[in-house]
């Protein structure tokens, strides 16, 4: 079983998501997979409403507001996600902390916020480039997860996915071994912090540049998962391609 999720980032508003939820057709992936979309939060409505649904799918927002409510003007909480459709919660997405410049202390709060409206975190988790030359790898996706760990081992469930910075929208690919030692790390952690049982329960993502010609390799690696997958799922034949490759 792996699970396979597709970020839409800032693409496929309702029209558009409309088109892709009618031609999707996820028959063909096997059924032990589990599918996640994250729609832009205006295209939630119409990716979880029944007219457009496709059953095998499930729903995420890509962002959430830390308060419930509030003046924060722009912003959508995890309860009004919740309420149009949303069951995950992307957290800490590199775009968020490198565009945005979310931090530590915000994606605690933003975990925090997901669980108590019912939302499953995903807790995105990565290094850039001059952190991994400079050998800092597991201290910083360490640092990232260890900022959350205590919101995240309440939650009924959550996952991580590991999204090495420099491999985001570039076309460049960390090798399955690259993704194997980083989710090696995230693993010790979390077995340490939830015990042996506690953290097979949670599943660590890859992603970075996974698309169709790659997805398969990526995901026989070990402690790979599954894949969170940008560009690449925007396109209803190629995100089932990449669903339906991870057998
Ligand atoms: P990408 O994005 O597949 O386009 O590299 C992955 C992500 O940002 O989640």
Known sequence: M???AGNWKMHLGPSDATDFMKSVDTASVPTVHELIVF??????????????????LQVGVQNIHWEDSGAFTGEISAPMAADAGATFALVGHSERR????????DTRLKVKAAVRAGLVPVLCVGETLQERQSGRLDEVILRQLDATLDELRV?????IAYEPVWAIGTGETATPADASDAHAVLRARLEDALGVAGSATVPILYGGSVKPGNAAELMSAADVDGVLVGGASLDPASFREIAAATG
Do not use: K, M, Q
């Open 2 to 4: 792996a699970v396979i």
């Open 39 to 56: 729609p832009p939060a205006v295209s939630l409505h119409v990716v979880s409403s029944s007219a457009a649904r496709d059953p095998r």
């Open 98 to 105: 490198h565009v945005f410049g979310e931090s530590d202390g």
């Open 155 to 159: 939650a009924e469930r959550f996952l």
